[in-house]
């Protein structure tokens, strides 16, 4: 028998070779158009990022760095890592831009491992009050390796408490003082941090991957020239793809770059520094600058809506994508509250608030956040639509008159008029047809 030569090209598409995976795109794909996606590290990014994130630069390995790799056949792929670093340190005004980091976390342990040693004192924001697992949670790796110190916010107004700052820097003198976080609705002062670390001798790391996009816009002050380390996803409200990056002053680049690889990781993810410079040339454009000037006035208008109808919002309102808010005074809890959302076509999660009684699994709060519903075009209208659908799904699931059938009924109506208002906002990267319906 003659041997048959496969051509890739024409073996088939993705529908082709394997409707099973295809089906469940495709339903992912109906899903991100028809809910309301309110959980703030989401977003849609555009074509052009899905574009090159799922191109044939997926093929390559490229151990090392631009102009110094470990395999050979290079040249088109140092062009597009240096692309990538150049826009990122024009973007953001860093000395030093690595882009290699698979993602957030390992961008962060990139940082421990470069600039301390397993056992070294670290201190960063606690989980329970808007910090990132990263930053010396128990369960995570910064926590077991390094003796972690956590500061939190105050009672009262929900900001950093810096006089905590102050008072464990300087009793426990960290290597690494981490700032930033994951349900923090503030500006965060990086300066005030940058001036406490530095008295005590630590290196100071700002993690901005929720805020990306807002600081790349001046919708968010630049942590750049505080700080000596600066850690981001790139898919949050920077819109990119899944990805990492670090910045740094020059005097850490050797010990970042040798700490990503190879300390940590293997070759860099090609497709994925190409998706990221398409972001980052995106993220110059005035669209983005008027795309982050209004995730922020949609988060405000929200926060605005929500407290007129009584909401409890953390720290009492929002300065950046993010809200934090406790249902305690609702009458449900915030997971109660997450799962009656999602039958209601609102997708958000559940979240502890700062000094939560109750545990992590089921806690009071819930965290909604506007990059996604921005991306796709909604403003100031549909955030009060929304602050009106939100009261009414926390009324139904605290009504304790009601049977849960007639629960489920007021959830499939509220569900029904948020396709309404979805179908007129397709949004970025999605697959529609002709017609303007999701495939
Ligand atoms: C999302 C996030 C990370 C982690 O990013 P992954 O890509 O999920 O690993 C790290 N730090 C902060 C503050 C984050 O919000």
New binding site residues.
């Given amino acids: 028998m003659e041997a048959v030569a496969v051509r890739p090209e024409v073996a088939g598409t993705l529908a082709a070779v394997d409707p099973e995976v295809e089906t469940i795109i495709r339903a992912e794909n109906r899903r991100q158009h028809n809910k309301i996606r309110l959980i703030p590290?989401e977003n849609y990014a555009s074509q052009a990022v899905l574009e090159a994130s799922g191109s044939i630069l997926t093929n390559k390995y490229s151990e090392g760095y631009a102009g110094a790799r470990y395999y050979e056949g290079q040249r088109e792929i140092d062009k597009i890592e240096r692309l990538c670093v150049e826009r990122a340190k024009e973007v953001f005004g860093a000395e030093h831009v690595n882009v290699q980091p698979y993602?957030?976390?390992?961008a962060?342990q990139a940082v421990y491992v470069g600039l301390c040693a397993p056992g070294d004192t670290v201190m960063g924001l606690a989980l329970a009050h808007g910090g990132?697992l990263?930053h010396g949670d128990r369960v995570s790796i910064s926590g077991m390796h390094y003796k972690s110190v956590q500061y939190g916010v105050c009672r009262d107004s929900g900001e950093i408490d810096f006089d905590q700052v102050e008072a464990l820097a300087k009793e426990h003198r960290p290597k690494l003082l981490f700032c930033?976080?994951?349900a923090y609705p503030r500006i965060v002062d990086f300066a005030r941090f940058a001036e406490i670390g530095h008295s005590v001798g630590a290196i100071v790391i700002a993690?901005i991957?929720?805020i990306a996009g807002l600081v790349a816009a001046g919708m968010h002050p630049s942590p750049v020239p505080h700080v000596d380390v600066v850690t981001t996803?790139t898919?949050?409200s920077l819109r990119g793809p899944?990805g990492?990056m670090i910045l740094c002053r020059a005097q850490y680049a050797d010990a970042i770059d040798k700490a990503v690889f190879p300390g940590l990781q293997g070759g860099p993810h090609n497709s994925t520094t190409a998706a990221i410079a398409v972001a980052l040339k995106e993220a110059t454009s005035e669209e983005f600058k008027l795309y982050a000037q209004q995730i922020v006035a949609n988060a405000q208008t929200l926060a605005a809506a929500l407290s007129v109808r009584g909401f409890a919002l953390s720290s009492g309102g929002t300065d950046n994508h993010l809200i934090l808010m406790d249902m305690t005074n609702k009458g449900i809890t915030g997971y109660a509250m997450a799962k009656a959302l999602d039958a209601s076509g609102i997708v958000c999660n559940f979240n502890r608030v700062p000094f939560d009684p109750r545990p992590a699994r089921k806690p009071s709060g819930i965290r909604i956040g506007t990059p996604a519903i921005t991306s796709r075009g909604f403003g100031a209208e549909e955030m009060e639509q929304l602050a009106e659908w939100m009261d009414r799904v926390a009324q139904v699931r605290a009504n304790k008159a009601l049977e849960l059938d007639d629960r489920k009924a007021e959830y499939a109506e509220i569900t029904t008029e948020v396709r309404a208002l979805c179908a007129r906002f397709p949004a970025p990267g999605l697959l529609y047809d002709g017609g303007g319906k999701p495939l």
């Fill in positions: 590290s993602s957030g976390s390992p962060n990132h990263t930033g976080g994951t993690d991957a929720h996803t898919h949050k899944r990492g």
